[in-house]
T-cell receptor, first 114, second 113 residues
Framework: GNSVTQMEGPVTLSEEAFLTINCTYT??????LFWYVQYPGEGLQLLLK?????DKGSNKGFEATYRKETTSFHLEKGSVQVSDSAVYFC?????????????FGDGTTLTVKP | DAGVIQSPRHEVTEMGQEVTLRCKPI?????LFWYRQTMMRGLELLIY????????DSGMPEDRFSAKMPNASFSTLKIQPSEPRDSAVYFC???????????FGQGTRLTVV
């Protein structure tokens, strides 16, 4: 079956530091990969996505590249801000094997200190 | 579009009472998902529907939980009877066939005392 493993948290960084949150996946088909962000008291919202190998998703300074050879989709940002403090979820969805059902990682809590 | 709409946002109930959570998915989306989020267990998929039909309910914890989707624009998750360990945030999400991205509602924070 499908699974997603992401870096355990929590992660605490100073403002303007470089961020990497690791994510690896296992899938039987050809999944699309996603990063979602959850701010306190809110639901998850899509941060970025990539639908095929070597695609790079980007948004709000965050980037992740779909690496099929290493089955990875690591999230990076060059300079984090206090407002980036949130929980980040890596996820995959495979239309070839299910009706758009997403498989989520456990989430990584990021705290950015001024 | 207003996005996925859940109600109520907060619910406090006594143990043994029936609780009904409601969800209106985004118009045109054909898949709907119910999740539960707790500190201990993280985000768990309870059940999902495709074209109003339940596809996988293996995540439903017990017979006390039931979900329905009578039409494409409405779904309910019912807990009867409720127990304190059901306290959590319940999310509804929907997606369409082309994008597979899940759009989440704001969640219902359930507290069973």
């Amino acid at each position: 079956g499908n699974s997603v493993t992401q870096m355990e948290g929590p992660v605490t960084l100073s403002e303007e530091a470089f961020l990497t949150i690791n994510c690896t996946y296992t899938a039987t088909g050809y999944p699309s990969l996603f990063w979602y962000v959850q701010y306190p008291g809110e639901g998850l919202q899509l941060l970025l996505k990539a639908t095929k190998a070597d695609d790079k998703g980007s948004n709000k300074g965050f980037e992740a590249t779909y690496r099929k050879e290493t089955t990875s989709f690591h999230l990076e940002k060059g300079s984090v801000q206090v407002s980036d403090s949130a929980v980040y979820f890596c996820a995959l969805s495979d239309l070839s094997t299910n009706a758009g059902k997403s498989t989520f990682g456990d989430g990584t809590t990021l705290t950015v200190k001024p | 579009d207003a996005g996925v709409i859940q109600s109520p946002r907060h619910e406090v109930t006594e143990m043994g009472q029936e609780v009904t959570l409601r969800c209106k998915p985004i118009s045109g989306h054909n898949s709907l998902f119910w999740y539960r989020q707790t500190m201990m267990r993280g985000l768990e998929l309870l059940i999902y529907f495709n074209n109003n039909v339940p596809i996988d309910d293996s995540g439903m914890p017990e017979d006390r939980f039931s979900a329905k989707m009578p039409n494409a624009s409405f779904s309910t998750l019912k807990i009867q009877p409720s127990e304190p360990r059901d306290s959590a945030v319940y999310f509804c999400a929907s997606s369409d066939r082309e994008n597979t991205e899940a759009f989440f509602g704001q969640g219902t924070r359930l507290t069973v005392v």
